[in-house]
């Protein structure tokens, strides 16, 4: 039994430490890349939301996991569509162009717009973005909610591969938006 005991430790600290690691990570993910079987796994999500050391959020169909008291709800969000494809390479241009369009997202992106539509929506919902009528176009911003500092520290934190790939283009945008600021201010 002592066995036994050693290793639901050793899991607990191998899961808790991949949900530190890898926050918003969904039970599937987490099975496959710890390698433990699915009953481990829940078994140890369940005790560890129990004893208050993790909490978990919806995604659709997928429950994610994140370290108690780390994030905000809306860091959680982001983390949660940073964690897939499509949301995060909308987010990203949007934070790079400042106000497209629903066309404008997806002839860059290289994705239907019945699939840039879809994902526009739930990050709408979800208070990631802004829709902003325009005439007779749509164009999408972050919400007045999201500091896109957020978005940094997140990105440089969790996802460094993209962080050094956008860090250049963040750079030249926070320049922008700080000399369009000092100029509102002089005005």
């Given amino acids: 039994m002592r066995g036994q005991d050693s290793n639901d430790n050793i ?21 496959n890349d710890l390698g433990l079987s ?16 993790i909490t978990s959020s919806r995604n659709g169909l997928h429950k994610c996991f994140f370290l108690t008291g780390i994030f905000g709800d809306n860091e959680k969000d982001i983390i949660k569509y940073f964690n897939q494809d499509t949301p995060r390479k909308i987010i990203l241009f949007i934070v790079q162009q400042g106000q497209p369009t629903q066309t404008d997202i997806a002839q860059e ?15 709408a919902s979800s208070k990631i973005i802004r829709e902003i009528k325009d005439g007779r176009y749509k164009r999408y911003t972050l919400d007045p ?43």
């Fill in 11 to 31: 899991n607990e600290s191998k899961i808790l430490h991949y949900i530190k690691e890898s926050p918003g990570s969904h039970l599937r993910r987490i099975k």
């Fill in 38 to 53: 699915m009953g481990t796994i829940q078994y140890h999500l369940r005790k560890l939301e129990k004893e208050q050391k």
């Fill in 109 to 123: 992106l290289g994705i239907t717009s019945p699939t840039i539509s879809w994902n526009l929506n739930r990050l």
């Fill in 145 to 187: 909610n999201i500091d896109p500092l957020v978005i940094t520290k997140l990105l440089k934190s969790y996802y460094p591969s993209l962080w050094n790939k956008w860090s250049d283009k963040l750079a030249e945008i926070y320049l922008s938006l700080s000399f369009d600021a000092e100029n509102k201010e002089k005005n």
